[in-house]
């Protein structure tokens, strides 16, 4: 079985500030996570993703994210906000391309 | 590459019409989906094709949707007769293989309503 959780619909912060983006998952072996954005009236775009390897994934616009296999989490977190960082995030699984699954998605709103 | 590109990116019907969104994937990617986006249903695999071909279609919900791919560089989803409760947005995406840790690249969307 596979899913995403992400506990919040909605993430405020203000610009400067760190931002932390949460989503924990239930993956039976090996989880492939993933992260998308998705700004207004566009398709989602790729952030970052976690194979295997190092714990803290890099990916673009300065954002990464931590596997933490114990706490079952790959929360997506950047040091410093800013306000062209508004938009909707996605955590998703992979067992295949063909079978992500994609979580309900975070709002992120960076108030300047 | 200018990446995936939808067609129309808007588009207003009336119950019973006839919809056809199109799909041109990125060139070389061997893998293109379908997916519907709703506020209540999150986002949602609908079909997904490799080399032209449907591999798994179990996320089309009823037989008024159809989607082909008649070669590597387009793909159609057709709803026919439409529905209002069919108003979402619909994406393509592609990948190059189906490892799971093969990345999605989406299109822009195409937004329909339904009335």
């Known amino acids: 079985a596979q899913s995403v959780a992400q506990p919040e619909d909605q993430v405020n912060v203000a610009e400067g500030n760190p931002l932390t983006v949460k989503c924990t998952y239930s993956?039976?072996?090996?989880?492939?996570l993933f992260w998308y954005v998705q700004y207004p009236n566009r398709g989602l775009q790729f952030l970052l993703k976690y194979i295997t390897g190092d714990n803290l994934v890099k990916g673009s616009y300065g954002f990464e994210a931590e596997f933490n296999k114990s706490q079952t989490s790959f929360h997506l977190k950047k040091p410093s906000a800013l306000v062209s960082d508004s938009a909707l995030y996605f955590c998703a699984d992979s067992v295949n391309a063909g079978k992500s699954t994609f979580g309900d998605g975070t709002t992120l709103t960076v108030k300047p | 590459d200018a990446g995936v590109i939808q067609s129309p990116r808007h588009e207003v019907t009336e119950m019973g019409q006839e919809v056809t969104l199109r799909c041109k994937p990125i060139?070389?990617?061997?893998?293109l989906f379908w997916y519907r986006q709703t506020m209540m249903r999150g986002l949602e695999l609908l079909i997904y094709?490799?080399?032209?071909?449907?591999?798994?279609d179990s996320g089309m919900p009823e037989d008024r949707f159809s989607a082909k791919m008649p070669n590597a560089s387009f793909s159609t989803l057709k709803i026919q007769p439409s529905e209002p409760r069919d108003s979402a947005v619909y994406f393509c995406a592609s990948s190059l293989g189906l490892s799971g840790a093969n990345v999605l690249t989406f299109g822009a969307g195409s937004r329909l309503t339904v009335l």
């Open positions: 993956v039976s072996g090996n989880p492939y």
């Open positions: 060139s070389g990617h061997d893998y």
């Open positions: 094709f490799n080399n032209n071909v449907p591999i798994d």
